[in-house]
């Protein structure tokens, strides 16, 4: 099966075919830098991240690129709220931002251009703009005209005529140095006190939407295969993208255009404007509740949005956490069976510094397990679908490592456990979900053999009698995660918590 996707423009899932084959240029709009990150934020770039995982695991060269909008009128307010100054501001929460998206293990892009980093090709391209007549000045202002551009409303679905009636076709105070209702500014004159550039115009600075057309350009060329971002930024944002880049450029500005659905808090969209987000990091530093008053689990965030298919709205609610956290330590338990029970399955490599790197592993291609995952990923990048493949091998793991536990060996094959772990652990890596085991409960980071050689003296102590100093071992690997088994005939069994 070949893979196919969704494609917003053209409203039908389509097969997949890059500019070059085997390259994948890929743009994502990024955050305007002024506050923390919210959920919302949280699932667009898992989602693109979950994307980007994807295509490199099918073999494509991906060059991914994501913007910081670092000029606003929101950062600007920011500033002006809190008396710090603007270009701080974007500092502390560009720095924000890449903490909390490693908490979420998701990819650092491979360029993060910045608008005022941008402002030369910024302007470049409004005097392109201008000189083919699609962009006119007025009094320091610079405004695209929406009318010159045929498609204007393609990406959308809204013809010009709709948008007009539902503009009222009024012009606002303000407004009048606009020739149609639905220009839009490429240029503001600058204003007291805000800073500003110098132009053709003028001091000003950019309009939002012209920083991003000529950040994709810049960095990735005249036309890219996915342009992704959430489903705000269909219209106008991305509608505008089309107008300028497509205008000037005569080629499409991305081949296929991909749009991840909202977070939902009581069915209404998460946001900031509307008061009811949540930060990544409130969450999860925040012990909850509903789950114990402990604290959501990163990864558990992630697959609470990997459990829904990234075009559909989820709702935010106290049960989908404690179903994702809950749901999130079955999967952990499977990827962590090579950790606990890999020594006594007498893996060869089990005490290798580097066990447990899905980069190292080798995994059967033609395996069900694995043609299963890809079939659900190769339609449109059917996350929930390649979850139930995980999860059916997590379960089945952790049933014999109950087995293994309880009766000190298994009726399966030590290769065939192998082989099923890495399965898991490798395309559990696909989706950005990843468990390493807990080494904070012991400053020792026991290894197997350490464990054993407590045990055997731990046996010692009790042929001599010695039950106290017996007791005393039993509570030194008890601290530090290891729990012993007795056995009839004098034999012990050993597994990590």
């Known amino acids: 099966m070949s ?79 809190t008396g710090q100054d603007w270009q701080e501001i974007t500092q502390i929460f560009i720095r924000a931002y890449a903490e909390d998206m490693a908490r979420l293990n998701i990819l650092t892009a491979d360029a993060y251009p910045q608008a ?69 500014a490429l240029w503001k004159a600058a204003k007291p006190g805000e800073p500003s550039w110098e132009s053709p115009w003028g001091l000003g600075r950019p309009g939002w939407h012209i920083e991003c057309s000529a950040m994709v350009h810049a960095d990735l060329g005249a036309e890219i295969d996915i342009h992704a971002g959430g489903s705000d930024l269909v219209f106008p944002h991305h509608e505008n993208e089309i107008a300028q880049s497509e205008a000037v450029l005569t080629s499409r500005l991305a081949r296929y255009w991909m749009h991840n659905g909202f977070v939902t808090v009581g069915d209404e969209k998460m946001s900031k404007s509307l008061g009811n987000f949540t930060t990544i990091r409130q969450l999860l530093d925040t012990p909850l509740p509903v789950l114990g008053g402990e604290v959501f689990d990163p990864m558990a965030l992630r697959l609470f949005v990997l459990q829904a298919q990234y075009r559909k709205p989820i709702d935010f609610t106290e049960d989908a956490i404690a179903a994702a956290q809950h749901s999130w330590q079955t999967l952990k338990e499977g990827l962590l069976f090579g950790y606990e029970y890999g020594g006594s399955l007498q893996w060869p490599d089990r005490n290798d510094p580097d066990f447990g790197n899905p980069a190292n592993m080798r995994i059967p ?95 010692a102590a009790r042929q001599a009698k010695d039950y106290g100093e017996s007791d005393r071992i039993r509570d030194q690997l008890k601290a530090q995660g290891i729990t012993l088994i007795d056995q009839a005939g004098g034999g012990i069994r050993w597994h990590r918590d």
């Open 3 to 81: 893979l196919k996707l969704y494609n917003t423009l053209t409203r039908t899932k389509e097969p997949f075919a890059t500019l070059v084959p085997g390259q994948v240029r890929m743009y994502c709009c990024g955050v305007t830098v002024y506050d923390y990150c919210h959920l919302g934020h949280a699932r667009s770039y898992i989602v693109w991240d979950m994307v980007r995982r994807y295509l490199q695991w099918r073999g494509y060269e991906v060059q991914y690129v994501q913007n910081y909008t670092d000029i606003d009128d929101k950062i600007l307010n920011r500033a002006a709220q």
């Open 116 to 184: 005022t980093a941008a402002m030369p090709d910024i302007i470049a391209l409004i005097q392109r703009l201008e000189e083919q007549g699609f962009a006119y000045a007025a009094q320091g202002d610079v405004y695209y005209a929406v009318e010159r551009f045929p498609g204007y409303g393609k990406l959308s679905g809204r013809s010009l005529d709709q948008m007009e009636a539902g503009a009222s076709g009024r012009l606002e105070p303000g407004e009048q140095k606009k020739h149609h209702p639905l220009d839009f």
């Open 365 to 459: 291609n033609p395996s069900e397990a694995v043609q299963r995952f890809e079939a659900a990923m190769d339609d449109d990048f059917n996350s929930p679908g390649g979850l139930v493949v995980l999860f059916e091998l997590a379960k089945e793991l952790r049933k014999e490592g109950n087995v293994l536990t309880h009766q000190g060996a298994t009726p399966t094959a030590s290769d065939t456990l192998k082989s099923q772990w890495q399965t898991l652990v490798c395309l559990s890596q696909v989706l950005g979900l990843a468990a390493q085991p807990d080494t904070a409960k012991s400053s020792e980071g026991l290894s197997d053999q350490a464990i054993e050689a407590l045990i055997e003296q731990r046996q």
